[in-house]
């Protein structure tokens, strides 16, 4: 399989060819990518029902943006975040489901609600 790229920032033209074991690497990555976002979706709809059922304080954290941050040992801000785009999921079902098949990404998701709820 030969792939042409433009580099952007050097307006140079790259041709990759991939055979053979190259191009199964590259389908791995691409299905891998495809699997961690459907899973951050996942993970995002289960949050927005777990704070939606406000069951942090039966585990003993005052809020749900404390319990992740300690069940899943990520950073305070991370899981603020987390839970932010979480709450605002549910109003959104059809970037929700997208985001749910791997068709879009995180970042995308946050930039959406962005302009979605401003």
């Known amino acids: ?15 990759y060819t991939y055979a053979g074991q190259e191009s199964d690497i590259v389908q791995r990555v691409r299905s891998c990518q495809i699997w961690a976002v459907q899973s951050r979706a996942e993970m995002l ?39 932010g785009v979480a709450r605002q999921l549910p109003d959104f079902p059809l970037l929700t489901e997208a985001f749910r098949d791997g068709a879009i ?5 946050r930039y959406l609600l962005k302009y979605l709820t401003a």
């Open 1 to 15: 399989m030969m792939t042409t790229t433009l580099d952007h920032t050097t307006d140079r033209i790259y041709t």
């Open 45 to 83: 709809i289960a949050l927005s029902e777990f704070d939606y059922l406000r069951l942090a304080e039966t585990f003993g954290e005052s809020n749900t943006a404390g319990w992740l941050a300690r069940e899943t040992r990520i950073a305070p801000s991370t899981a603020c975040e987390y839970v």
């Open 105 to 109: 990404s995180y970042s995308t998701v």
